[in-house]
């Protein structure tokens, strides 16, 4: 498609030059003869004045359309060396509508291949800045989607990290809640043992001596562990047999300390 589009376009450059070419000559050939006609010397510089003006400002109007906008001025200029080469031309002509009327088209074939070749890169120029927009436009859009590509990494990565965050944080506080439920259950423990002596001192207290008690008395657990430390006997193995705690057995131990000392 856009190869044919080319040849066209370079079919019609070359017809251009033809159409320009051809009525250029027989303007300039028709008003070289007015101005001999009327003694002006020398002739041949009339046509290049007015047709040669012509063209310029045409010209100057293909580059306004080059650039995309239109010459106002080149467009006056040209319109008005176009009246004044058809007025001249059709005043050199014969006195017959015919020939006037082909005295009257070099100029305006000049005037028209000029406009059609304008129009044509009117077109291309809009062609080419919508093309450009949509390379613009692509290039952004590439734009757009690489930035939000490493955007969407960039989350990506710290919600990777906040989920590794979170799982330290859970391990830790797992870790911390094995720790607390280890001292609740030594506290539980604790607890256990000091009811277990207040229970087992309230039953001595309950089970003690009365006052009119020999000094020095022993009860029977106080036999049992001073038999108990004769045999070499741990205090751990004194509480499990009598099935109190070490707490008790190291309390009857004092005891009988100070039994031993009174005597002694």
Same mark, same amino acid.
């Given at each position: 498609?856009?190869?044919? +589009?080319? /040849? ?8 251009? %030059?033809?159409?320009?070419? +051809? ?22 510089? =009339? ?25 106002? =001025? ?39 291949a000029f406009v059609a070749v304008t129009r044509r890169i009117e077109e291309t ?39 590794? $965050? ?9 870790? #911390? ?26 039953q001595t207290a309950v089970a003690a001596p009365k006052n009119d008690q020999p ?8 036999? /049992? +562990? ?19 705690? #070490?707490?008790? %057995?190291?309390?009857? +131990? ?7 000392? $009174?005597?002694?």
């Amino acid at each position: 498609m856009n190869k044919t +589009i080319g /040849q066209i376009d370079k079919l019609t450059n070359w017809l251009l %030059v033809v159409i320009v070419a +051809i009525p250029f000559i027989l303007s300039a050939t028709a008003l070289n003869d007015l101005a001999a006609q009327h003694g002006q010397r020398p002739s041949w510089l =009339y046509p290049v004045m007015v047709d040669g003006g012509l063209i310029i400002f045409k010209l100057l109007v293909l580059r306004g359309a080059l650039r995309g906008h239109r010459d106002r =001025y080149a467009w006056a200029m040209a319109v008005t060396a176009t009246v004044i080469s058809v007025g001249l031309n059709v005043h050199h002509a014969e006195a017959s509508v015919t020939a006037r009327l082909m005295s009257a088209l070099p100029p305006l074939a000049i005037l028209g291949a000029f406009v059609a070749v304008t129009r044509r890169i009117e077109e291309t120029a809009v062609e080419e800045g919508l093309t450009a927009q949509q390379a613009n436009l692509q290039a952004e859009i590439a734009k757009l989607a690489a930035d939000l590509a490493g955007r969407r990494q960039a989350f990506d990565q710290a919600v990777a990290d906040m989920q590794a $965050e979170l799982a330290q944080l859970r391990t830790r506080l797992a870790q #911390e809640a094995d720790a607390l439920a280890g001292q609740v259950a030594d506290l539980k423990r604790q607890k256990a043992a000091i009811q277990a002596d207040i229970k087992e001192a309230r039953q001595t207290a309950v089970a003690a001596p009365k006052n009119d008690q020999p000094a020095g008395a022993l009860t029977d657990r106080q036999r /049992q +562990i001073l038999a108990m430390l004769r045999q070499d006997v741990s205090q751990a193995d004194m509480a499990t047999s009598l099935g109190v705690s #070490e707490r008790t %057995v190291r309390r009857d +131990i004092s005891k009988l300390n100070g039994i031993v000392k $009174e005597i002694a």
